[in-house]
C-alpha cells in the first residue's frame, strides 16, 4: 500500500485534474465539444504533465533533500527509485504519442495537425531543458512556460485554426507559468537554492532569506506584479477590442477572480517572514483563483454548465484524492 501511495504522489495524482486539463480548454476555445476527443485530450496533457513533473524531481532530488519539508517525497525518501522515475518518464512520451495516433486516427493530417505535431515535440524538448538544466540558467523560467503554452496549443491546433480566445488563453497560460515558476517558486525556494548554486530570477534580483526574515526586492516585486497585472489586462480583450458577446455577471466574476489573484500576489510579494507553508497556501491559492478564470471566458462559447464543470472538476479531484494520499488540503509538497 505504502508503495501504491508513493507512485500516486510521485505521479501528482491530486493535481492532474488540473494539470491535464491545457489541451481539453485548447479544443474547447476551437468549438470542440466531442466527449470522446476531450477526453482522449484529458488523457495527453495527463500523460505530458507526468513526464515533466517526474523529470524535474529526477533532476532535483539533491536539491530536495536539503529542504526537510520535501523528504517525504517518492524519490528522496527512495521510496520510488531513479530507474523506475526514468523508465514511467518513457513510458509516458510513447503513451503520450499513442493516443495522439487514436485522436486523429482516420482523420487527415491537415496543417493544423502538423502544427501540432511541432507544439507536443517542442513542448517536450523545452520542458525537458528546463527540467534537466533549469537551474543553471537564468529566466529557464520562460522555457517551462512557453512548454506548458504549447501543450495548451496543440488541443486547439488539433481541430483547426485558433481564435482569438485561443490567443488570449496561449498568453494567459504562458504567464501563469512564468509567474508560478519564477515569482512563486523563487520564493518559496529561496531559503535553499542559492546553497547548491542555483542560477534563476529570483536570487540574481536579491531576493534573500536571513533566518526567519525574506527580503523582496522592488524589482522583483514588480515584475511579479507586472505578469499579473497584464493577465488582468488580457482577460477583457476579447470584449473590449473584439466586441465579443459577454454576461455582465461573467465581467463581474472575471474581474473579481481576477482581483482576487492580484491581491493574493501582492500579499505573496508583501511577505517578511519565511514560512514555508504560509507561502504554498498563497501559491494554491492563486491557482485555484487563475484558473476559474479561464473557463468564465469562454462561458459564452461553451456553455454555462461546461464552465462551472471545468472550474469544479480539478478542484473536486484534489479534494477527493490529496487526503487519501496523506496530503494536506492546499498545502502540496512542492
Known sequence: MNK????????????LGGLAIPPVIGALSVGVFDIYSLLLLFIIGAFAAIYGFILNDYADVDLDK???ELHGKPLVSGAVSRVNAIAISVFCIFFAFLFIFILWYGQT???????????????GILGSIYNLYGKKIVGSDFLVALSVAFVFLFGALSFGEPTIFTWIIFILTFNNLLHMNAVEGGIKDADHDYIIGVKNIALESGVKVDGKNVFIPLSFKSFGMGIRFFSAFLIFVPFVFYEYDYYLWQIVILAAAALGVILVSAKLLSIKTFDRNTIRRYIALQSFLRYSIVPLLLVRSIGIFPSVLLIAFPILWYILLAPLLGEKLFRPRM
Open 66 to 68: 536539503l529542504v526537510k
Open 4 to 15: 501504491i501511495v508513493a507512485y500516486a504522489k510521485l505521479l501528482r495524482l491530486p493535481g
Open 109 to 123: 493530417f491537415d496543417e493544423y495537425k502538423f502544427a501540432a505535431v511541432l507544439c507536443i515535440f517542442s513542448a
